[in-house]
């Protein structure tokens, strides 16, 4: 490290600020690109949302446990020239997701099609012509929208609008829940297939039909688990990345992008300057603009549109590791609450706390026993709260009550005396999100995916003032998720290929 000079650059180098899943799949293409890439690390482990917490044999997954789009991943080793097979196991899940209902309800969602069809028509008959209709419509939106549109750069609004004719003519402007209920009848069944923009962050009352193409999508590639966790994808991530020649450095916070005359030249960390050709932002969009890049002038007007975005919830995470196993559930658990629209309304709209929650709750060892010790499972329990920019609750004080109400509703509805069984928990509130995370408003999935901040609206995967300054994650086009931010690195790193080529 030494002192800041332009000069100083390497003629191909990069720095990566921050290793979420998107920050690594840039990392390893732009390291097999020819670029000698360096990823520099706030937190003590890579990851990020995609973090791990090992806790008495336990193995919390932080974050995502839903691997959907194996394919995109398998991508980023094949480039390395690896086989992503030699580096972890991916199990299947079946079903995706089991669904419970406050009335005694189960709906188990998977791609099983004859299973699927016989649950709707079981609600409501005419939902089975409804549902095959639905998805007739959802694959041709999974076609514009993620096929041919899920992994390019949008720099242009001309671009977008060259682009998007199609889904104008599926009237992909409407909401999820719209388009669902205008061919399913059943309220529940309507949930069943709408909750799932929830995983990416979008209000499925407000965000565009653009996002049924997670039905198809979740249909044509499954739902995985990596063997030992999701965090032992992120380690054959990093590995895979060092193996090619790449360096990654933790407990290494990024304070400031520096640049000159207009162009990134590396960056500042505790120990000084260290140079490179072009820098590429894993970190949350808010963060760089108005923190590490604080005092450039020529992004003056970027950093104060980031005020004005809207951004996505936030999430309460309990993490527990228990003696107790429960027949009843399944791998990857949704407990609806009793209200479903109103309760999203508090979430992304009011910003109150409500009394009512709907919880998803992982319950890893039902695929691999490993995630606990003999005899113990580990499970976690997640509630989608308000961000911290529409809500003033005061986390540091509601945490362990909130903890407790859920515990509470989980033991009472459907996990009898967990309570007592429970052996090692622990919390993440919204200000974790933004304390560990540099997640600005806490929000768990960066911009919300609304269609005023989709695609050219989006942050730019290249930014439009300073040259050599790249972004690559979910605040970038095409948003959060795992399929979402890996598609973000190919079409960060196809522009940085046409710019450097
Ligand atoms: C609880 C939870 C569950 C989820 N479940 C799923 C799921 O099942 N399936 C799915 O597909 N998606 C899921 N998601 C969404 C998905 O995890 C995220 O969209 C995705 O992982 C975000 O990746 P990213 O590349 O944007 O980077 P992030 O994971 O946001 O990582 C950014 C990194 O930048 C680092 N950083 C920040 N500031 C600095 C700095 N100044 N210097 C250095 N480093 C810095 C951070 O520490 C972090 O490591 C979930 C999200 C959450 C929170």
């Not at 909401?175 to 009848?185: A, E, H, L």
Request: glycine share 8%; hydrophobic share 35%.
């Amino acid at each position: 490290m030494h002192e800041p000079s332009h000069k100083s650059q390497n003629d191909k180098n990069a720095i990566v600020i921050g290793s979420g899943f998107g920050g690594l799949a840039a990392a390893i293409r732009l390291q097999a690109q020819g670029f000698q890439t360096e990823i520099l690390e706030l937190r003590d482990k890579p990851g990020g949302r995609a973090y791990v917490y090992h806790e008495q044999g336990f193995t919390f997954d932080a974050g995502p446990t839903v691997i959907t789009v194996p394919q995109c991943l398998e991508e980023l080793f094949e480039l390395a020239g690896k086989k992503m097979s030699d580096y972890i196991e991916l199990l299947e899940v079946q079903p995706f997701y089991r669904l419970f209902w406050e009335d005694g309800t189960i709906f188990n969602y998977s791609n099983k099609e004859d299973e699927l069809l016989s649950q709707i028509g079981k609600r409501n008959p005419d939902d089975i012509k409804g549902y095959q209709n639905y998805l007739a419509y959802a694959e041709k939106v999974y076609v514009e929208g993620y096929e041919k549109l899920g992994q390019v750069p949008f720099l242009r609004f001309w671009d977008m609008v060259k682009a998007t004719p199609q889904l104008v003519k599926l009237n992909a402007q409407r909401s999820v829940y719209s388009t669902i209920s205008k061919y399913i009848k059943d309220d529940k069944t309507r949930q069943a297939l709408s909750f799932n923009s929830l995983l990416i962050g979008g209000n499925p009352f407000e965000i565009s039909s653009i996002y049924t193409l997670i039905h198809p999508l979740e249909k044509k590639f499954g739902v995985h688990f990596p063997k030992g966790g999701t965090h032992a994808l992120i380690r054959a991530m990093v590995k895979v990345f060092e193996d090619i020649g790449g360096k990654i450095q933790c407990s290494t916070p990024v304070e400031r992008i520096v640049t000159h005359a207009g162009q990134a030249i590396g960056v500042q960390v505790k120990d000084g300057f260290m140079p490179a050709k072009i820098v590429v932002s894993n970190a949350d969009v808010h963060h760089t603009y108005t923190n590490l890049l604080r005092d450039e002038i020529l992004v003056k007007r970027t950093r104060k549109a980031m005020e004005k975005k809207d951004y996505s919830m936030s999430l309460f995470v309990i993490y527990f590791g228990a003696t107790k196993r429960f027949d009843n559930l399944s791998h990857h658990n949704i407990m609806f609450g009793e209200r479903y629209k109103e309760l999203l309304n508090d979430i992304f709209k009011t910003g109150e706390l409500s009394d009512d929650f709907s919880i998803y709750l992982h319950a890893p060892s039902e695929t691999d026993p490993s995630m606990a010790p003999e005899g113990h499972y580990a499970y976690y329990a997640l509630a989608p709260v308000p961000n911290l920019k529409i809500s003033s609750v005061n986390w540091a004080e509601e945490a362990p009550r909130y903890c407790e109400r859920i515990l509470t509703y989980l033991d009472e509805h459907y996990m009898p005396g967990i309570k007592d069984s429970i052996v090692v928990k622990k919390w993440f509130s919204p200000d974790d999100f933004a304390t560990e995370l540099n997640a600005v408003h806490g929000s768990a999935f960066s911009l919300t995916p609304t269609l005023q901040q989709s695609a050219y609206f989006r942050v730019h995967n290249r930014d439009d003032d300073i040259k050599g300054l790249y972004f690559v994650g979910a605040g970038t086009h095409p948003g959060a998720g795992i399929p979402g931010v890996v598609g973000s690195a190919k079409a960060t790193c196809s522009v940085i290929a046409s710019d450097y080529a």
